[in-house]
């Protein structure tokens, strides 16, 4: 039994890379670990995964304010924007359009030209292979699979983590975990059980997945550089 929400994740986060490589059937060698993201649309207690293969310290770069990302994503190669094009299409004013597209440049994704205008050079791209959202409870498991689905919107898959004294209730209900594909997961100390995997789903360049995806990338460049 957990005395609080914070030991259950706790004890996740020490198994976290076991759960990985049993989810994908695949040793795995490196991995993001997210507490507490904020997605917009929520704050999910852990974001979990993998990343594509492309990526390697080469491509470390400065990272992007997390509420500016959109923009950028949605840019494309080879084309021009300029600080009074920004200023229209986004409704920011002239000094937020040059701090942007400043940071854009700084990133390597736009090249500056002459009189406020940028030559976009490089595409945004998610580096997540997998995205796991979880949300823990002790108990109100209503509650978590609420929030769970709503974190359909950047995962590849959402679950519910319950302290396993506690999970009867969910236990029961479990066909609404697999109504809504949310998968359902206990813990006690001796490790943990999953009662309900749920199918992968693909998922849409949200503005939450592009931010998670910049969070990981921010978790790569910390581990790149630590290592």
């Known amino acids: 039994m957990f005395s ?24 795995i060698s490196r991995f993001f670990l997210v507490e507490e993201f904020n997605s917009q649309y929520g704050i999910a207690d852990l974001v979990l995964g993998t990343y594509r ?18 923009p950028l994503a ?14 229209t299409i986004y409704r920011v004013s002239r000094k937020t359009a040059s701090k942007r597209l400043q940071e854009y440049a700084e990133a390597g994704f736009l090249q500056p030209l002459e009189r ?40 590849h898959n959402s679950y519910v983590l319950l302290d396993d004294s506690k999970s009867r209730p ?16 206990t813990m006690n100390h001796d490790g943990y059980t999953v009662h309900h995997m749920p ?10 997945y592009l931010r998670v995806n910049e969070v990981a990338y921010n978790c790569f460049k910390n581990m790149s550089a630590n290592a």
């Open 199 to 208: 199918t992968r789903q693909e998922v849409k360049k949200t503005h939450s």
């Open 53 to 70: 293969a492309y990526l390697s310290r080469s491509t470390i770069r400065e990272t992007i304010n997390l509420n500016w990302i959109s």
């Open 170 to 185: 969910a236990l029961k209900n479990i066909a609404l975990f697999r109504k809504y594909n949310i998968g359902l997961m």
């Open 116 to 155: 406020g205008k940028y030559k976009i050079i490089k595409k945004y791209k998610p580096i997540t292979d997998t995205v796991i959202s979880i949300e823990a409870k002790l108990k109100n498991w209503q509650r978590a699979l609420q929030q769970a689905h709503r974190y359909k919107r950047f995962s």
């Open 4 to 27: 609080t929400e914070q030991e259950l994740i706790n004890a996740f986060k020490r198994i976290s890379k076991l759960f990985l490589s049993d989810l994908l059937e695949k040793s």
């Open 74 to 87: 949605s840019f494309e190669t080879m084309s021009i924007i300029d600080v009074a094009g920004f200023m």
